[in-house]
Structures are given as C-alpha cells and as structure tokens.
C-alpha cells in the first residue's frame, strides 16, 4: 500500500503501522528497551525543537525504566540535554526541583568530562552556563556561555556552537539585553544551517522574528563569497 522505503513501519506488514502502535505492542510484551526508545525519540525531538515542557515529561517517562540507566550511546546525550531542560523549566517558574535536577545533571557530566574531554568539555561549561544563568550570577553566566562556543567551535561540535548561542540568546532575552540577543540566535541560526537542520533552524527564525536580519545578512555575505 506504500513505498517501505519512506515508511519505517512498512516492513512489519500492517502488524504495526505507527509510533503509538509500536508502544502499544511494546508495553504489551514489556518490552521496556523499545518503551524508552520510543520516549527517548520524543525527547530528542520535543528538545530540539525547544518544547521543553514535553521533552521534560518524555525523559521523565523514559527515566521510569531500570534500563534507562545502562550504558548506551543515547544516554549522554539525554543527561546533557536533561540538564540544559532541567535549567530552562526552572528559569520559568516550573519548581524549585528543576534547579536540583539540573544540578545532577551537571555533576555527571563533570565525571565524564574526565574520561573525555574533547567529547563532554563544552557540554559541562553549557551546563555552568545555565547554572549561573539560574542562580543570577550574570558576569559568569556570561562568561561560560562565550567558552562552550568556543570549546564546541574549536572541537567541531557545530550544533552544540548553535545551541550554546541559543542558550545565551534565550538568558540574555530574559535580562533584556535584546541586541546581543539577537546576535546570539542569528549565529545559531547559521551554526544550525551549517549543520543541516533546517526545521530547527526555521522554527528558530520564526521564533525570535530573524527573517528580516537573515535576509539582510544573507545577500551580503554571498556577495562578500563572490568577490573573494
């Protein structure tokens, strides 16, 4: 009925036809590694796409497990960004909890950064970052916000250079420092592009109003490219 190619769920023949299905059928046979997969997958999503809210219940429910605590590639990856979440949700106003949850997270990525730097360097100082950021410690919030750029920048980490930037782009909103803002979500929107998400990088456009600053930018550097 379509091409298996373009429909993930193809090749199970209709038994499981979408992502509810297959966590229906998962938590039927308490298959709990595909049930933290599935809410694994949101969180990615739903943090990428800086819904925080849900990217916050979707680790939660994927943390419910035992397994979610075994070794495995998704793990640092989802202990970083939990973080980053824990942090934003507390800036909100969402709970006192969200502070200590981020505070967990940081710390255990402060004992993988000691196994490997080059790998975990940036994400513990965005973690600071957010840390100051959610303390009121401006000056070193900062501060750490410029360093995991350049950390991210000079280990060629170009998407977490964007979430950095747009990290600091969102704090300094909040103290009302709107121009350097912007100059922090233009650059994540580059950053962004460079790396080929383009969804994320035009959600981020619409959110913070860039079109107009983009398609001024944009021309200019292209013919700034040709005359070289």
């Given at each position: 009925t379509g091409d298996k190619s373009s429909n993930p769920y193809g090749v199970l023949n209709g038994i499981i036809c979408?992502?509810?299905?297959?966590?229906?059928?998962?938590?039927?046979?308490?298959?709990?590694?595909?049930?933290?997969?599935?809410h694994l997958q949101k969180f990615f999503i739903s943090f990428w796409m800086g819904e925080y809210d849900e990217a916050a219940e979707a680790s939660d429910s994927a943390m419910s497990f035992p397994c979610s605590k075994m070794p495995k590639v998704e793990l640092p990856h989802h202990m970083f960004y939990r973080g980053i979440v824990a942090f934003q949700l507390y800036r909100e106003g969402k709970g006192e909890n969200w502070l200590k949850i981020g505070d967990e997270m940081r710390?255990?990525?402060?004992?993988?950064?000691?196994?490997?730097?080059?790998?975990?360097?940036?994400?513990?100082?965005?973690?600071?970052?957010?840390?100051f950021a959610s303390t009121c410690d401006v000056t070193a919030a900062k501060e750490s916000y410029e360093l995991s750029i350049k950390v991210a920048r000079d280990n060629?980490?170009?998407?977490?250079?964007?979430?950095?930037?747009?990290?600091?782009?969102?704090?300094?909103?909040?103290?009302?420092?709107v121009g350097e803002a912007e100059r922090c979500f233009l650059s994540a929107h580059k950053c962004y592009m460079q790396w080929g998400a383009m969804a994320k990088a035009d959600k981020l456009r619409k959110d913070w109003n860039l079109s107009s600053r983009i398609e001024i930018i944009e021309p200019s550097t292209t013919k700034h490219d040709r005359d070289e």
């Open positions: 979408n992502k509810q299905s297959l966590l229906a059928d998962a938590q039927s046979k308490m298959n709990f590694q595909i049930v933290e997969a599935v710390e255990q990525v402060e004992i993988w950064v000691k196994n490997s730097k080059s790998i975990f360097e940036n994400k513990l100082i965005l973690l600071k970052a957010e840390q060629g980490y170009i998407h977490e250079q964007g979430l950095a930037y747009e990290c600091m782009g969102i704090y300094l909103t909040s103290i009302v420092e």
